[in-house]
């Protein structure tokens, strides 16, 4: 049988009579040997739970486990740890497990079938910040590439820039507010602003709502100290910044509510940043290239536009998986 690589709830790759189901979001129609698990985000870990998956080996971070076994309020079983820069083997399948970057846990994979190296992004972010490092570059002969920012238009700001601006921002609201609100995601981009407001001289307290509390709590029991934060249960009894999960703060029509996504780069409302845990539209061109890889396969947000776009601007063979 020669290799497939298909999108079936979650990226299928097929060799022979071995199957490895990569992210999944529910149970495919075959049944695979082997689950990886970039990270945890519900849409890329939250079919981990089907049933029918339960007894599969499911292979992820530590701290991606724990962070699913704290949402989830169960234990996941059949799961084989690895950290990052690490390999394993499996079934005879050689693992390697690199930083993506991306948040906590979150890790990229690459492995070998039929001498053929195949390396799957998760999603990535390709610049330094103060909580992780940049993603590892990795070299390869398929890529499979997110794309949730594969648009041109998606280009951000320097960061160092989008960190000025947003104390900036902050530090006006509290000067005429008392209290500012910043909607982030509760994995990823909260840990990210929880450092940088405590490690700023506003001087005043960070409030983090408990869902933002508990992933702070376990990127601090697998990284480093994020500095110091409290959580709140009520925000009509407290003054300072609050950060938010970025779902609920649009439900906020307040002058002294912000956000900080990515996909803010296309907005010009006040308190608005792009301030993202993902690669921009450039920065997934240029893994592209370093990957040296012969084939590319784009998955999640804008696959098309950046299969067709790698294709023109750098002529390596691309496809979309959805």
């Avoid at 490092?133 to 820039?161: H, M, W």
């Avoid at 407290?238 to 956000?259: A, D, H, Q, Y």
Wanted: charged letters at 20%.
């Amino acid at each position: 049988m020669i290799m497939k690589i298909t999108y079936n709830k979650g990226i299928f790759i097929e060799n022979n009579n071995f199957r490895i189901l990569l992210d999944p979001v529910g149970c495919p129609s075959k049944k695979p040997d082997v689950v990886l698990v970039s990270h945890a985000h519900s849409d890329h870990a939250r079919g981990i739970w089907q049933k029918q998956l339960l007894s599969i080996p499911k292979i992820m971070s530590p701290a991606t486990r724990k962070i699913l076994e704290k949402r989830k309020g169960k234990t996941l079983k059949n799961v084989i740890e690895i950290q990052e820069e690490n390999e394993i083997e499996y079934n005879n399948l050689r693992i390697y497990a690199a930083s993506s970057g991306h948040c906590t846990g979150s890790l990229q994979f690459k492995f070998t079938i039929k001498d053929i190296d195949i390396v799957y992004s998760g999603d990535i972010c390709l610049e330094e910040r103060i909580i992780l490092n940049k993603a590892e570059q990795l070299s390869c002969d398929i890529l499979i590439l997110e794309a949730t920012y594969g648009k041109p238009e998606y280009v951000f700001p320097k960061r160092s820039n989008l960190y000025r601006n947003i104390l900036e921002w902050c530090k006006n609201n509290i000067e005429t507010f008392n209290k500012a609100f910043v909607g982030c995601r509760t994995l990823g981009t909260a840990q990210e602003l929880t450092t940088l407001l405590s490690l700023s001289i506003l001087a005043t307290p960070i409030f983090t709502h408990p869902a933002i509390t508990k992933i702070n709590k376990v990127h601090e029991e697998f990284h480093h100290k994020l500095g110091h934060f409290i959580s709140y249960y009520n925000i009509n009894d407290v003054e300072g910044i609050m950060l938010v999960p970025l779902n609920s703060i649009f439900k906020k029509s307040k002058l002294n509510t912000g956000v900080a996504t990515g996909w803010a780069v296309k907005s010009r409302r006040s308190g608005y940043f792009p301030l993202s845990s993902h690669a921009d539209f450039q920065q997934l061109l240029n893994y592209a290239k370093n990957s040296g890889a012969e084939k590319i396969y784009t998955i999640y947000g804008f696959s098309n536009i950046l299969a067709r776009e790698i294709s023109e601007r750098l002529g390596i063979a691309s496809q979309s998986l959805k």
